[in-house]
């Protein structure tokens, strides 16, 4: 019985996504201000360019994440060689090296975790402030077959 219910939301759910669809693509104004037009045109753009960004955003936190594993690989290896080492002067250098990429590692995290929060989470954030202005021109849209269907 639950199955069945959760099956028939699943379909009345798909149909009314069907009804939106549709009704999105057979209704069109004919649109006698340029600037409604004007304005879902450069919103589209926005959104195109804000998604682009992101996709950048998250390139960038994800190569910094990788120098964040690489640095400290390469910060132990220094380590390990520094540990093996018989002269003590190029033993305090490799050991001072790998105490520096250690230190470099802490910093990329800090810079990947600062690019996810500050650049990534507001370009989401303006991406959401223009969806809304998309469902909002959509609902216009709406509407107005409302209003024509009812003269």
């Known amino acids: 019985s639950s199955g069945i219910n959760a099956e028939y939301g699943g379909i009345k ?11 999105k693509a057979t209704a069109r104004i004919n649109e006698v201000d340029e600037w409604y037009e004007d304005k879902q045109g450069h919103i589209l753009e926005m959104e195109e360019t804000l998604k682009k960004i992101l996709a ?4 960038i ?30 033993r305090r250098a490799i050991t001072k090296l790998s105490e520096l990429e250690n230190n470099l590692s802490t910093v990329h995290s ?19 402030i223009i969806q809304a202005a998309k469902a909002a021109f959509d609902e ?3 509407t107005f077959s409302v209003w024509e269907s009812s003269q």
């Open 13 to 23: 759910g798909f149909m009314k996504n069907m009804e939106t669809m549709v009704t």
């Open 56 to 59: 950048v955003v998250d390139n």
């Open 61 to 90: 936190v994800a190569d910094r994440r990788d120098l964040v594993a690489k640095s400290a690989a390469f910060g132990a290896s220094c380590l390990h060689l520094g540990e093996g080492e018989d002269n003590a002067s190029l």
């Open 110 to 128: 800090e810079m990947a975790d600062s690019d996810l929060f500050v650049f990534g989470e507001t370009v989401k954030d303006y991406i959401s």
């Open 140 to 142: 216009r849209v709406k």
